[in-house]
């Protein structure tokens, strides 16, 4: 089956409507507006989040529409993504964003839609959007009764095989996936996806000074690395991009194909 | 003065950084998602939104970033937008709209960005959006103490000269704008900046049986026009929206170099 | 039909009994406490819209009853109402307005009435009651069920018939609703109403110096009027007022007759 | 001093700028739209909160104005105003009447009043109108540290002298405050301030079955006397009304003398 | 019947089941940490509604379980509790509390739970917690359906017997329960229930200077005793509290037989 | 330095002035009320966050003090705790929990306490809990410039040892933290620190059918072990309790040494 295109937004209502009888999905893009160092645009997160979600419903069997990216996402946290104090970083509220997530669930409930994915790719927004999801059921016991579903992926992936994680991090080095925030992994993917938009010269390896398990507020300095790269932007490359997005990709269509089916 | 690009979220940090040095202003798009008949897509005011915002910026010597578009808005309203009936349709409640829009503007004057302007192409945004204006100023009285302001054009133009209206609407026709909802206008405009999202050929002209200066719920039929158009779409050319355009991109550019001198 | 009087207030609980049983409607009346100039009332727009919902209810045939006054409405705007500046305006944020509608409508639901008018004199309510009417009807399923209707008249009539714009305003002079606060046709209907409140020989005739389509906040001084008249106040009278409140009130009866019938 | 009116919606804005300058103080009644009995009415409570703060700003060298009175009150309770199942009962739900009483102590601060008090005689309102006044304040320092204080009298009043108690409730009949809904005081009050409004013939003497010191939900009807008035309508009479209410009237005005003297 | 606990938190799953099977009851302490003069703890509140809970509980007869103490209550008030500023004295908002009590509620609702019961010991909960268990069940139409009910005991006993009142206030000098406040009850029943926690010798006699029956913020230091016992707390046995203890007991045992029968 | 309690709740408020006088510390535990297995009590989460808590405050250098816990947790989520269909979870929803906590850091920062830490032991209460340090410290300007900081333990330790994870887990066992609810872990750890509020015998080894990366609502049944411990439960013993307990808390310790130093 083939369809004029993927993208809600440039759906026309009938066309909506032809999708609820089709008992099309539709995935939900979330991300951020957020310091990604001195290489890597604000719009990271989102832009990935969206990637994730078109890949993913360019699988033209699951039948999978893409709803406009929400690119506000939860407060840049200091560990994983800098915290508060880089200018750039533009966020939501817990608050606004569990609303945002919920009426946009409910609203799609209420329309029909019965096949329905949080697609995140920050992960300061995780537990917000999984009480959106929550509440947008709750409130929409008609839909549940009639089949209604929600998969909240909030890591966007589960893992990568062994083989992509020697590629992406060679000899055991990997450091975390807190620490994964404008370093070698979203790097590469954005040199895959949008190398336009990657400065690759301007790439720094950093670190934090320390990297503690609990946080701090105010937030210390030595919690933040200063480049706003929170590990070795400069090992990622587009090859390793683009060996790495189809295992990403692929675990997020098979989960969706397990647990949504037409 | 000549920078790399004015999408607030392609810049890195050091980017936003030295646009904040430079009093760059912000304008933040907020459309919707919503019907707009047979022919326009969902995303029709979101895109119309960020496209103006983006044609504001153009001019550089006003030295403006352009904000990730809002893309949910506040409900459809029956009478200007055909109401909450037609799937596709996708909106935030008002406390979400109201919170998003104050949480952004919050966020921006906090990392010290000074000229703020809401760029807003969704009529049922009016109000909230002005409510999230005055709180974020309310509470960032060191941003407002050191010269911060904000534009809320909740109407994206203030009227249209006499020769403009005429070419739209022939012969004194004008229908009021709160019907120019997927009408001459707006399919015009879409025709000229989006020729590749319009079913031109599904147009319909179309109008609502009543349509009275008080809203009732729930919506009665005859209020809302079945194909969503709420006027006569099939009036709308390329032609007219590339006349149009400039008109409009220019009373806002107007009003900014005004308000937001840099 | 007669009853003993049209204000809710005044019902014992038995007589609201019995109006629900009759199906009788109820209105509520919604305005401000907001700057009029230097000669009308700041209860002006809670006075007009009480005075109006009277005036409706004061037609038996449709057995209307009056409900007590919202008389705290949302912030004054700059452009059509002064803004916040002014002593005096002392408003309701927009969660509070909505949530106090949509606790009276949910709360008149549950009684059991069916007929439900929001009668407004104040422009900066606008939408925010419209989302007071939809939340309390989603959250009264069983009300909706039974045929319970809301009529949500936000701007108290949609238009004078040429005579009497001609006579407000004559040659032309009509400089839009938005200015028209403390003007020419609220200080008519004043002097008509209430003249013992009005404090005539105050009133200035006032001009914003400028009023562009957008806002700003903070509010430049010259979006604003000193005397807070936002137009030629003098030009009211109570001959103009005696001759524009039937048209206004008519216009209203017309609405709930068709929209709302016994 | 005399002033032309002490009512705060009759006022014009340069009046209020005249009273805050002479910092005149502002009452704001709070009652409630809610059974009464078969014999009084809807608004008793907010008609007397509203005369009790006429009243008090009727001793001239106190310089108080009065507010727009706040007529929908929270939740009727079954043991003190019969619980939420008579009809014509119509209140606001906590969250709004905190909101509502902290816009207007809010906005009341930011224009400059520094002296004023919540006139409450609805006793469900309690505690939450002290948080309205301790937000309202805990977010106006600037007001706090010019001296403004917030007298919040949830009762009315303090106690009636030995005779008046024998007077009403004779031969030590008192039945208790709580239970004084619709009953004898309250039928007197209105026998004297509004014997208009009140329909005598119908009062009747009722009682609870059982009134115990717990309250239950879903209200049991043993809680309810079945005719709303919670204790002897039929021994009020405007006599003991006209007797009782100086008592009353003093003790606020003595109060506020001393805790908010000009 | 015997069961291995009454704490519902020292169940596990399956025993919560078969509470649940039984139709066991639950009653949810609800306290406050606050000041509690210079003698008792800061937890008295807490301590009091929890052992009252237990007590009630021990009565094997009625089946009932002890939830989690909610044990950060209202905002102390300064007539009854001295207040905001006394150190130590940690507090929730209205709308925490309220939330709190009505997510327990509807949580335990959810489950199964149809006799539930709040057991309060601070003044200022009041009010609060009915909102709590009205919205709660509210929004449980199947738990009303099959039978759920909610006892709201604010006050944790409805009066002492005679006898009981001239020991604990000997010749008529009781001062009224709102300055029962680390008094002369409290600190009996401290010394009785758990006399490890009060520093009895540094119990003092205080009084505010002045005791009105409104209150003022900012609070005036006349209002509030020094010490932060309200009354007389050295007059306060362990005797006494033994006496009164069973008392307040066996009141709350009769109310939850009575209501909430098994 | 020897105080006579490290409960905040014990302490009077003279005590509670003398320890802000010394600049101690307040750690809040925060846990949930949550099944916990076949074996496990549903406070083990709150149990083992005071327990915590009282041990890093057993060391007296540090003077700290533990807060009431917070005992009700967010809703339990089905792949870290089996989700909200086991009876006996009683959980609070997002914003009420995120409005406890911040209630509570900001009393505690107005009362003049600096040191600050939340000590976290139900992993779904992350990222909330976060918000509300966040909000408290935004809103207590003061207290930062006063040099107040919180510290959010989320996590209640980092990691153990290699020699740790060997005991526990023998032979590379670990199956991830998300799945070590009610598993060999807890189970130690409650036979160490309660082993009589443990079934040892009803323990089962469980563990669910699936275990992806993402969650999906309603909750598919094979993402829960029926029994509700979500590993190897039986694995757990005393003896591991024992040795496990000093690492942890150690952690804790040296964290807090370092960041809340006295």
Chains 1, 2, 3, 4, 5, 6 share one sequence.
Not at 164 to 179: A, H
Not at 210 to 221: A, E, K, Q, S, T
């Amino acid at each position: 089956m083939s369809v004029r295109t993927r993208r809600f937004s440039e759906l026309t209502w009938p066309e909506a409507a032809e999708a609820i009888e089709r008992n099309a999905g539709v995935l939900i893009p979330i991300g951020s507006t957020e310091q990604h160092g001195h290489h890597l645009p604000l719009g990271t997160d989102a832009l990935i989040a969206d990637d994730l979600a078109c890949a993913i419903a360019a699988d033209e069997a699951q039948d999978l529409l893409v709803a406009p990216c929400v690119t506000y996402g939860y407060r840049s946290r200091p560990l994983s993504g800098g915290g508060p104090h880089f200018v750039g970083t533009t966020s939501a509220s817990a608050a606004t964003l569990m609303g945002l997530v919920q009426d946009v669930l409910e609203s799609l409930l209420e329309q029909g839609f019965r096949r329905l994915a949080l697609v995140n790719w920050h992960m300061e927004n995780q537990n917000f959007i999984y009480e959106s999801a929550y509440l947008a059921l709750k409130r929409s016991p008609a839909a549940v009764a009639n089949g209604a579903r929600v998969m909240i992926a909030e890591a966007g992936f589960g893992g990568l095989s062994d083989e992509m994680m020697e590629l992406l991090f060679p000899g055991g080095s990997f450091p975390g996936w807190d620490v994964e925030h404008a370093g070698i992994m979203e790097t590469s993917l954005m040199l895959h996806l949008h190398p336009e938009l990657v400065l690759a010269d301007r790439a720094v390896d950093d670190e934090a000074e320390r990297h503690p398990f609990y946080d701090m507020l105010p937030v210390p300095d030595a919690f933040v690395p200063k480049s706003g790269s929170l590990w070795k932007a400069r090992q990622g490359t587009a090859e390793k991009g683009a060996a790495c997005w189809p295992e990403v990709v692929e675990q997020m269509r098979r989960g969706i194909a397990l647990e949504l089916p037409r």
